[in-house]
Structure formats: structure tokens, C-alpha cells
């Protein structure tokens, strides 16, 4: 792996251009969006650096291999082609996955077996040693992507998902995942530039997220593994490069980050995972219902919050985002109020006109990204102080 290769990189349904535009800050070449994810160029440093900093990545593959496929034996042929004794050690475990659309073959099972056998075969042939399959906690993941009759074969750099950031410790019943919280919080235009809160914090993710982006604080600082440190061409060293010169790349922040919950086990949970991910100095927490409270700060404040949406958490929906529409309008001048639901009949009760609505997918449920815009005295007085 010599100067620069073509990487991708896997994202949720929606985010592939803000995916895009974090690559192209980092300096990726050749960027091109896909579905669920985007293309890029890079050398192995921005192989590092893709995994530490990109906020809406859930993997980053390294494709190794492209062919055709007609038959199994094309499958089994090309796959063992591949030397794979310059990738890895033979005392590596290893796992290989299968995501296919493909009249060629209908179970990805099978077709990752038919991958292992060819892999194994290759190293009996090689070495007179064979790795050894490990389903769960492989040292070296390979991905097969199977479309019509084209497969690529990739390595996966980044192991576990990265929106396994290594800060959560704690979680309630139904928390956000890391990468849809970034993303989301990305979508609403969050830059760190003014106040923040989240008035139903649940386990802490947004807040954690919004404190990172607020200070350009890599995304992944606090994992401390990922599959590419198994690879033969591990360079140590420049991979402290990366992180020393990524780390130097923070910023100051001058606002406050605040969350509250009324369920004293979240507003714990939330406190341990902020300590754990070392933001605590960002972040403030307290116990208090979102219904009873009043906007904590006097400039703009940024909301963004996930409520319940009756799904894991028993409510009565209307009531309850009634209840939302009520506080924003009374307690949040000056607010712009971002919220996510997949409960799009009771989004109807909140009655308040929405100025940007976005479609989004919390694991598989569709959902939409709402926002609020609640202005200090009525609006009409707002554009009157505008045109004055």
C-alpha cells in the first residue's frame, strides 16, 4: 500500500453529503458520493485518519480486488488469487462478511464461505499454515460486496463500527447511536458558535458529540483499537503522527453545553459517560423536566433532542409532544428547537410550524429531523427590528 488508493467508506441512509464534505475537509481526493456510502483517494496516513476523525463513518474499507463473477469457481479463482500472506500473518484470526445484490449466488452465508475456503487454501499453499476463522473478535476483517456480477474485495480498516466511540459506558433503553448523532447534529448546522442543549439527554450521546464538534475533537480519540493495527504495514508511528497532529487541531470553546433529564438514572448515566469521554469541563448536567423548565441562557441557544417516541418507551404520544410545543412556545424565546421522531402522527400535536422537516433513519426506523425556529417577541417584531 504505497502512496495513494481508492478507500470507502460506509455511512447511514442521508448522511453521504455531510460524508462527503468531512472527507473533503480532511483532504480526501476523488470524492464521490454512493448509497450509504463515499469513494475517496488517500495513503495510508488518511487511512488512519479517516478511522480517528470522521464523525459519520461506520467503517472504512480498502478495496484490494475487483472482478467479475459468473460462477463459483470465478468466486473461488479470484479470491485465492489474491496474496494474501502480504496483508496479514498467518497467526491472525480472521472473519470475512458478504453484502450482495446478485442473481449469481443468493446466500451471502454461502459466498463468505466460499471466500474462507479460497483465503485458507491460499495460506495452506503459501505457508503450509492455515488462519484461523474468528466470527466475533477477528484481528483481520474482509469484506465481500457482491453487485450483479462485479465483487470487490476489501479489507476493513476500522474493525468494530466507529460509532463505537469508546465513551459509552452507560445507556438508557433506547439510546442514539453515535454516528446518527453526529450526523444529525451536522444536519442542524451545530458549529460550537453558540449555546447548546439537549433538554432530554437520555445516556449523554449528543451532548458528547456536540462538545467534539464544538472543539474539533477527533471523533474516535477514545478507541483504542482498530483492524488495520493487524495489518503487516502497520506503521506505529505514523499513526501517533496522525493523532498528535489531528489533537493539535483543536479549538477553544466559549458557550455552554447543557443537558438535563428527569429520570435520575439518565441524568448518571450521562454524567458517566461525559467523565469517561473527558468532557466533563464542556458539559453540565442537572435533573430537571424539560415541561418545567425555562431556556437557561439569555442569547441563542441550539437545541437538539430525541424524544421518546412511544416505540421502546411507553407514552401517550400527542399529550406528550403537545407538551413540547407548549414549552418551546412559552419558556424557549430565541431557540432554534431541532428535535428527531419516527411518531410522525403525533409530530402533528407539537403545533408548531416547522422550518425544516429532513427524512432519517433511526436503525430502521424512518424518522424526521424537525426544526423549530422560536423567536424572542413574535416574529412579525423580529422582521420589523430586521427591516429597521
Known amino acids: 500500500m504505497v502512496g495513494n488508493f481508492k478507500m470507502l467508506a460506509k455511512t ?9 464534505k468531512e472527507l473533503r475537509n480532511l483532504g480526501a481526493g476523488n ?13 495510508l496516513g488518511f487511512l488512519y485518519k479517516a478511522n480517528l476523525c470522521l464523525r459519520t463513518a461506520l467503517k472504512v474499507l480498502r478495496p484490494i480486488k475487483t472482478f467479475k463473477v ?8 479470484n479470491v485465492y488469487a489474491i496474496d494474501w500472506a502480504s496483508y496479514f500473518d498467518v497467526d491472525k484470526t480472521f472473519a470475512m462478511d458478504t453484502t450482495m445484490s446478485s442473481e449469481v449466488f443468493k446466500n451471502s452465508m454461502y459466498v463468505s464461505q466460499k471466500g474462507k475456503d479460497a483465503l485458507v487454501d491460499k495460506f495452506r499453499h503459501q505457508v503450509q499454515k492455515r488462519p484461523n476463522v474468528n466470527s466475533q473478535n477477528a484481528d483481520v476483517r474482509i469484506n465481500i460486496h457482491l453487485f450483479d456480477n462485479t465483487c470487490t474485495v476489501s479489507l476493513d480498516s476500522s474493525g468494530d463500527s466507529l460509532h463505537q466511540r469508546g465513551y459509552r459506558i452507560a445507556t438508557n433503553i433506547a439510546p442514539i447511536n453515535e454516528v446518527l448523532a453526529a450526523g444529525l447534529l451536522l444536519m442542524t448546522g451545530w458549529d460550537g458558535r453558540t449555546d447548546f442543549l439537549d433538554p432530554m439527554c437520555g445516556s449523554g450521546t449528543f451532548l458528547i458529540e456536540a462538545a467534539m464538534i464544538a472543539c474539533n475533537i477527533p471523533a474516535n480519540i477514545n478507541r483504542e483499537s482498530y483492524a488495520f493495527m493487524q495489518w503487516k504495514d502497520y506503521d506505529a508511528e505514523l499513526h501517533e503522527k496522525i493523532v498528535n497532529a489531528s489533537l493539535n487541531r483543536t479549538r477553544e470553546f466559549h458557550h455552554k453545553i447543557m443537558g438535563c433529564d428527569k429520570a435520575p438514572s439518565a441524568e448518571r448515566k450521562a454524567e458517566e459517560n461525559v467523565e469517561n469521554s473527558q468532557l466533563s469541563e464542556y458539559i453540565d448536567i442537572e435533573r430537571k423536566d424539560f415541561f418545567r423548565s425555562e431556556k437557561p441562557v439569555d442569547g441563542k441557544l441550539h437545541m437538539v433532542f430525541n424524544p421518546p417516541y412511544g416505540e421502546r418507551l411507553p407514552i401517550d404520544a400527542d399529550e406528550f409532544y403537545k407538551k413540547i410545543g407548549d414549552t418551546l412556545k412559552q419558556n424557549y424565546p430565541g431557540t432554534d428547537a431541532w428535535m428527531i421522531t419516527s411518531n410522525l402522527e403525533a409530530l402533528k ?3 408548531l410550524k416547522t422550518s425544516r422537516k429532513i427524512k432519517v433513519f433511526n436503525g430502521k426506523l424512518e424518522s424526521r429531523l424537525v426544526k423549530y425556529e422560536m423567536y424572542s417577541g413574535s416574529k412579525k417584531d423580529r422582521f420589523a427590528k430586521e427591516d429597521g
Do not use: K
Request: net charge negative; glycine share 12%.
Open 12 to 20: 447511514l441512509y442521508g448522511f453521504e453529503p455531510i460524508l462527503a
Open 31 to 43: 470524492v464521490n458520493e454512493g448509497v450509504r456510502n463515499v469513494t475517496f483517494e488517500g495513503d
Open 70 to 77: 459468473f460462477t463459483e469457481r470465478d468466486l473461488y479463482q
Open 349 to 351: 400535536s407539537v403545533g
